[in-house]
């Protein structure tokens, strides 16, 4: 959930890794992992698919990760 997050705010996968104190690979492997189960094609669909189904990203992105 923090990794949607983060990518909801427009960050990049650089900097997802270094605010959660992650490897890149592992940013890289959680959303590509997502978008595969989910059947969507980038970012920009996985963060509206979470809008659509409930995830209110804007309540969540206030939230100190």
Do not use: C, P, W
Not at 6 to 11: E, H, S
Not at 49 to 54: E, K, M, S, W
Request: charged share 20%.
């Amino acid at each position: 959930m923090q990794v949607l997050i983060l990518v909801a705010k427009g960050m990049n996968t650089t900097a997802i890794a270094t605010n959660l104190r992650l490897s890149q690979n592992t940013v890289k492997h959680v959303i590509g992992k997502a978008l595969s189960r989910l059947g969507l094609r980038n970012r920009a669909h996985l963060v509206a698919y979470a809008f659509r189904n409930g995830v209110d990203l804007i309540d969540l992105g206030n939230e100190r990760v």
